[in-house]
């Protein structure tokens, strides 16, 4: 959202402190010393439960070779596995706080933390080499290869009397220092500097620099200024690499400004930088403190999971897909089964413009539909509200998004989609990203037989009912079976469309990787009641290159998806987006509605400011035909002790009497062993009634479907005089102690 909260915490609430030391273990934070009240150093140790919010004084052993840390400020205090290290810092010799006698530290202690909760003791490490030099206001990072080593932690400049640039390595398992040899161009002497570790790079921010032209250390008494510059170090070719150097110009303030004492966090492959403060020549009283939040995404993101169906419809699919943290969008695209005529090229089809917004608050985002260009992937890109992209040397494409002082309700709209924008506070949805929490005013559903299941999860719970999404429009009574417990969300299965073998077992067919794909159709195999041949009659697709359509660009990870975009002739051999093509302006394509009992394919990619990421693996849907029942909705487990208890509505669109249901599970099977994608049903229920009692019997031969989180998979299904209509799906969700015992 974009917003920030102010929790409500208790307990041991600390003092205000600055210049402290601070770690995020899980949803546990612990801080460490800095600056409080009067000017006065501390050595308290504090832990904050997030969960809770529940802050406790915690006070470690002190160390059997020595004495516990002493009150300190400027510190650096890293986290690896179950130990916090904690290196030098700035102490004052003088009992009177306001008689400040400073004496900078290089000591080393190890703090052993307990699971979950709580503290240990201190230990003072034996070390080997020689130890760094005192210092304060440096930054200490750990990092681990993954392929071969030992996990080594970082420590770079800081401040002793003058800035330091300088690079120390500690072997954590030999407790060896060293300092390693560097290719490249070191940076700037510094302090109050941020460094962070994403992949395998230590990214270096800002801090306070020399301020002499030449970027000598400058004596004690020198003048120091705050900077913006910006470099990564590579940590397995211990390499520097420049992104944005001191001297570079930024008159139309495209980068963050130069600051010292801020904060950085790295969000999976994404680098936060918020606040901090600027100023000159030491002039504290005319410091200026930053109140802006940008992001830097250092590469392209992750492929998300396979598309996953909802509900399908005679003309309409509602799909969802995993979240990929830390992107600005998705884009979905499908291939069809029947031949979708070419259109001809729109004239001035050329790359949208770059997105323009205001900083000032309720104000709107002006950005034509596809503005998300590719960047190729070594390139970083960094986020900030205000400005256009302009690129900057050293290949650092510099682009926009909402991030900070943004405030007030805004609404976004994009041209020709048909999907209403919600409307938002305290943030900025980009345009051409297509609201997929919106209402879309569909056809009531009429379902071909065992044509697609409708997905969802349960939680393991006691006597709670199941409701559809709330998101949808009233006029579709979607069959999406979703709960959450304790604020966790749950998420969807990835089976699709269902087969029917026989009287008692049922198949699903899973999605296809994109290289093994051909264009067959999915076998939709019928029951008893077969309607194949009152389904319209479509001419087989033309054996062809691959060609995928762009259903659009969506902000969040689900899809009401109804049309299509229509490609112009000349671009339609294009099979991918990753390949540095351009995202299309919407605006100037013609779109295509779906067609009822037809096969499409679906893949989508995530996207982030370097551009689109690889493509999820291929998952393919059947609309329903005309006539047959739609999917049961609502549905509901109650725990007992030795069975559950099963219940849902009749479907939304019954199109005639329901004749029966039928209730499925998927069991363990040797199938299975050979294709694990390929769940094997066995029908538990079949009659009138709306509910049905799963055996302990029946639930010891459960298979559970390990695709995403632990669950035991039911499917249900209607029939009327024509045959069955689509099942609902429904993942039990188990904790791993459950589903080890089933």
């Not at 995020?24 to 600056?35: E, Q």
């Not at 195999?525 to 259903?551: F, I, M």
């Amino acid at each position: 959202t974009n917003q920030w909260f102010l929790p409500a915490v208790r307990g041991d609430i600390p003092p205000g402190c600055a210049a402290h030391g601070f770690v995020c273990d899980g949803t546990r934070i612990l801080v460490f010393g800095g600056m409080v009240e009067y000017g006065r150093y501390s050595n308290d140790l504090y832990e904050l439960q997030a969960s809770r919010w529940l802050w406790k004084k915690v006070k470690p052993q002190a160390p059997s070779n020595g004495s516990p840390p002493c009150p300190r400020l400027g510190h650096s205090f890293s986290l690896y596995g179950n130990k916090c290290y904690l290196f030098g810092g700035l102490a004052n010799e003088s009992e009177d706080s306001n008689n400040n006698v400073p004496r900078y530290l290089n000591d080393f202690y190890e703090l052993e933390l307990q699971h979950g909760s709580g503290v240990v003791g201190w230990s003072i490490p034996v070390t080997k080499g020689v130890l760094p030099s005192p210092r304060e206001s440096h930054t200490a990072i750990v990092y681990c290869r993954k392929d071969v080593g030992s996990p080594k932690m970082y420590i770079f400049g800081g401040m002793c009397g003058c800035r330091l640039n300088d690079l120390w390595e500690l072997d954590i398992e030999t407790m060896t220092w060293s300092r390693p040899e560097t290719k490249g161009t070191v940076p700037l002497p510094r302090s109050l500097h941020t460094a962070n570790v994403i992949g395998n790079k230590m990214y270096v921010f800002g801090g306070w620099v020399p301020q002499s032209a030449g970027g000598e250390i400058s004596a004690p008494d020198g003048e120091w200024k705050c900077t913006g510059s910006f470099s990564y170090l590579n940590l397995d070719t211990t390499e520097w690499i420049g992104l944005i150097s001191d001297c570079q110009e930024d008159k139309s303030n495209l980068l963050p400004g130069p600051r010292a004492g801020h904060c950085a966090v790295a969000v999976g492959t994404r680098l936060y930088i918020w606040s901090g403060r600027d100023g000159y020549r030491k002039a504290w009283n005319n410091q200026v403190c930053c109140k802006d939040l940008w992001y830097l995404d250092t590469e392209r993101p992750l492929a998300p999971s396979q598309v996953q169906l909802i509900r399908a419809t005679t003309n309409s699919f509602q799909l969802k897909w995993d979240e990929v943290p830390t992107v600005e969008g998705y884009l979905l695209q499908l291939h069809a089964d029947s031949p979708v005529p070419p259109v001809a090229a729109a004239p001035g089809t050329a790359i949208p413009e770059t997105s323009v917004l205001s900083s000032q608050g309720g104000c709107s985002l002006h950005q034509t539909p596809q503005s998300l260009p590719t960047v190729p992937y070594p390139e970083t890109k960094v986020d900030h509200p205000s400005q256009t992209n302009n690129l900057i040397p050293n290949n650092v494409q510099v682009a926009l998004s909402s991030t900070s002082k943004v405030e007030g309700k805004e609404k976004v709209a994009a041209p020709e989609n048909k999907v209403a924008q919600e409307t938002v506070k305290n943030h900025t949805d980009a345009t051409g990203f297509k609201d997929s929490n919106a209402p879309s005013h569909l056809p009531v559903c009429t379902s071909s037989a065992q044509t697609s299941a409708n997905v969802g999860e349960l939680h393991d719970l006691d006597k709670q009912s199941v409701n559809p999404d709330a998101s949808v429009s009233s006029t579709v009574s979607s069959t999406q079976t979703m709960v959450t417990q304790q604020a966790v969300k749950t998420e969807s299965s990835s089976t699709n469309g269902a087969v029917v073998k026989d009287e008692t077992s049922l198949t699903t067919f899973n999605s296809k990787s994109e290289a093994a794909e051909t264009s067959t159709r999915v076998n939709t195999g019928q029951s008893n009641d077969s309607h194949a041949s009152r389904a319209p009659q479509r001419p087989p697709a033309k054996s062809r290159e691959r060609r995928w359509y762009d259903v659009g660009i969506f902000k969040n990870n689900s899809a009401v998806v109804s049309q299509f975009y229509l490609l112009p002739e000349e671009t339609l051999n294009i099979n991918s987006k990753t390949d540095g093509a351009d995202v299309l302006d919407y605006r100037l394509l013609k779109k295509q509605d779906l067609f009822p009992g037809t096969v499409y394919r679906f893949r989508v990619a995530a996207i982030n400011g370097c551009g689109v990421g690889p493509f999820s693996k291929i998952s393919e849907f059947k609309t329903c035909i005309p006539g047959f029942p739609g999917a049961p909705s609502t549905v509901k487990i109650t725990k007992s002790v030795d069975c559950i208890h099963l219940s849902w509505e009749p479907p939304a669109s019954p199109s005639g009497n329901i004749l029966e249901y039928s209730a499925y599970l998927a069991i363990r099977s040797t199938q299975l062993q050979e294709n694990p994608s390929q769940l094997v049903f066995m029908r538990i229920y079949c009659g009138l009634k709306t509910s049905c009692i799963v055996t302990a019997a029946q639930l010891s031969n459960a298979h559970v479907d390990y695709s995403s989180r632990p669950a035991i998979v039911f499917r249900i299904s209607a029939k009327n005089e024509r045959g069955y209509g689509p099942a609902t799906q429904v993942r039990w969700l188990q904790d791993m102690k459950t589903s080890g015992s089933k």
